[in-house]
């Protein structure tokens, strides 16, 4: 079906409920409707099988309209459709909740409750998810009248439930700080002996502000702001946003730019799923993969370093264009270590598929059938791994994917090993399309003139991550800087498909079972600053500067 | 023997600081074997004394609810239950200086004290990892064990005494490891079972239960256990190759024998991935116990032909 057929078959289905329909733009459509049609809404689009939620976006429209929204976010294809939610400015106004439609609706309502200040009612969990337990009740991030002030710490009502041991049964806690996890979350499993009963998470250890602090800052200074959303898929982060702004701005960026922006972001793609590999690896207890994918993903880390300057953070995107061209040496150095790296690949999925004792902790675990992966919204190789045809750089083609298409991986297993088998014969495919694009590198230039005031509007802007979909809500005022910028990245999809999974599983499979999943915890947090009772204050940069500057002049004298 | 000659040997050689030390070296040698197969650099030759060094001077904390006896007690019974075994083995391919008839049996269940004493330190700490650590190790120890054992009574079938100088004695004449080739493997993976060595380190999985049944310990407590394993390493290996590798003889032999046995241990410990307890037990008692068994019935059938 193409786009406008889609978006005709979305405006019949939701015609009983709308109060108004627009077109921002060509794929999308936008639904006025009322709070309480919400269920019945969502369900017409879901059970005719139309798209799936891809985020709630809480927005405060201001002092002067005096109303909050919430907007449905479903897509399908290139489609977007929002259900727009207009909600009284009033503490906690009511608005139904679809998480027994949607599962993965709960985390995005429990999002919306605590930032938006938002009643969802019939909610299966309403505790905080990225808000700190010392933060005071009623206040809101996300509302326009907030400030630091208000955030200040209160004893924390709801402490963590102590879980005692009865016979065989007891609550095992996994994290904020444990040697499985690579960042911070908080899981906790309720285990028979060895065996899952249950499964509950608690996010926000490394929330950091961003969505509020774009609000702050001007468009190109959100550029490296939201370049630091994640440590690994930083260029990710820099197109969504780069490919919404562009549109907002209707400035058309050269291929050449685009093509370049599709190499690093497959280069990134080789670099995540190798981390991915080796940290896989390491879950199961398989130290030597894990070395040996390590070191081998420094070739691709050395590459981008040469390619961008930068290992992580590579800011090779600036608005309009990219920064750095890509030389025939370059180009040499990028054929070099591909082969390389198509070799190691091919290894890799050889042993995946092949070693007997990998073998028995993957096959046949955590197994997710296609109505599953469907049901729990999951994104990227994850869904991919259980035959569910879910690509953005294929479903909406954005920069360059129009030019130089990937072609898509699918498994129809579903268990952890398909995913070790579709990330693998992705990062093939990758290989492939960055050979094609070096050897057809359009000629051009790499910047155009931008804007520093962007026409007020709203837009989406979808990118692939190498963990699958990542979406961007932005929306402008038409000044220099942003009015909203709304960010859901794809492990937040992905947890309700493990927590559900998990359960009936053994303990021991339970680090494998998270890594399935590649989740990144620092994209999941990103919204706020917290000021704690005792043991900080916010700094200023200068404030801290001389801090630091005593500090040290202080450990100095001690030697 | 009078009883200064006892505690010299009890001290120092060939228990006590010589055995600690050469525990040190063994383990050393295992961890830089596997860092070069990971490709990695690997420590240097005295890490594992520094550790130790490091640790012992550490503050050791002790957690709220436990039993402080057993928490204190523990460490010490493991240690002195490692080194009361290399009594009556042929470590560093010397006579044993003490021996018994029974002395095998006796040395076996001296080595498994370790693994009992980290079971009750496990189960004594209110920890969960620990809990499910200790519950893990206890399991595990059912698994290995008996085929373990069984695999060490073919040689001793096979000399006819329960003796260990005797049945190395014996075996410096009979390479075992080429008539009983099964029973070899079997002691093989046993001992990797018995160090909970890669893969059979479900117990101590770090990436689901952090460090399993030690996981409250620090300090003092860790180092005596980390001393107790690494002798244990060196006892075990000897053992094995006292057994089925030619028993008794030339030191520098017999230190090239278990070092060939450690190549073997290191080379599967980096080649595999861990199992999960449940995978261990049905590997141990499906395949293990009943190879070792399939083992014992040849040595009685063919014993029975020749007499």
Sequence with gaps: MTTETLLQRATELLAPFSKGNTTPETNRLDVQIDANDLPAATSALISNSWGYLSAITPMDLGAEAN??????????????????????????????????????????????????????VGTPDSSRLFLPDDWPDGVYPLREEFSIEQATPVEPHETLPEFGRTGNKFTVPIGPQHPALKEPGHFEFSVDGEVITGARMRLGYVHRGMEKATQ????????????????????????????????????????????????????????????????????????????????DRETVMDLLEE??????????????????????????????????????????????????????????????NLDEAKHFGALGPTARASGLVRDVRIDS?????????????????????????????????????????????????LTTRFPRKIPAGETISRVEAPRGEAFYFIKSGGGENPVRVKIRTPSLCNWTSVLNKAVGHQLADVPMLIAGMDPCFSCNDRMIT???????????WSQMREYGIKKYAAMREMK | ???????????????????????????????????????????????????TIKLLSKEEITPHGINNFLFYGLPIVALSGALTAALYTPVLGLTPIYSFQGDLIVSLYLLSLLTMCTGLAGWNSTSR??????????????????????????????????????????????WMFITQPVGFIVALIGLMGKLELPPFDAPEAETEIVAGALTEYS???????????????????????????????????????TLAILLFLATLQSMLTRLRIDQTVGMWWRFGALLALLQILVIILLKGWLI
């Design chain 1, 307 to 368: 390619l961008t300057g930068n290992r992580v953070n590579y800011s090779i995107t600036v608005l309009g264009g990219v920064k750095h061209d890509i030389t025939a040496e370059n180009s040499h150095s990028i054929h070099t270590a591909l082969d390389y790296l198509e070799e190691r690949i091919r290894h890799y999925l050889n042993i995946v598929t092949t070693d007997t004792t990998f073998l028995q902790r993957t096959r046949g675990i955590g197994t997710m």
């Design chain 2, 1 to 51: 023997m009078n009883i200064l000659t006892s505690l010299l040997s009890l001290m120092f050689f060939p228990a006590g600081i010589s055995l600690i030390l050469s525990g040190m070296l063994y383990e050393w040698a295992d961890r830089k074997l596997v860092a070069r197969f990971q490709n990695r650099i690997g420590p240097r030759w005295f890490q594992p004394l520094a550790d």
């Design chain 1, 67 to 120: 109303k909050l929204e919430a907007i449905y976010h479903f897509c399908e294809g290139a489609a977007v459709t929002s259900l727009r939610i207009q909600l009284p400015r009033e503490d906690r106004p009511r608005i139904p909740s679809i998480s027994n439609l949607i599962p993965v609706a709960s985390f995005f309502e429990r999002e919306l409750g605590e930032m938006l200040g938002v009643d969802v």
């Design chain 1, 216 to 295: 702050e800052r001007n468009w190109i200074q959100n550029l490296y702001l939201l370049e630091r959303v994640c440590g690994i898929c930083s260029h990710t982060h820099t197109s969504a946003y780069a490919y919404g702004v562009e549109k907002l701005a209707q400035v058309e960026v050269p291929l050449r730019a685009l093509a370049i922006r599709e190499i690093i972001a497959g280069l990134e793609r080789v670099h995540s799923h190798l981390l991915w590999l080796g940290v896989a690896a390491h879950e199961a207890g398989f130290d030597t993969l894990f070395m040996y994918s390590w070191r």
């Design chain 2, 129 to 174: 990892f620990s809990l499910v650590g200790a519950t893990r190790s206890l399991t595990q120890l059912f698994a290995y064990e008996a085929p373990f054992l069984l695999a060490l009574l073919g040689p001793a079938m096979a000399a006819g005494s329960w003796m260990i100088k005797d049945v190395s004695t014996y075996a410096s004449n009979h």
């Design chain 2, 219 to 257: 300090g003092r407590g860790l180092a005596l256990f980390h001393i107790g394993k690494s002798v244990e390493l060196v006892v075990a290996i000897s053992l094995v190759t006292a057994f089925y590798l030619g028993g008794i003889g030339n030191p520098l032999i017999f230190i090239l024998k």
């Design chain 1, 397 to 445: 083609p954005y920069g360059a994917y129009h030019h130089f298409p990937v072609s898509i991986v699918t498994d129809e297993r579903g268990d952890l090993e398909a995913r070790f088998v579709v990330r693998m014969k992705e990062l093939l495919v990758t290989c492939f399309t960055i050979r094609t694009i070096v050897d057809n590198m359009p000629a051009g230039e």
């Design chain 1, 530 to 540: 917290v000021r704690r009772k005792d043991d900080s204050q916010t700094l200023s």
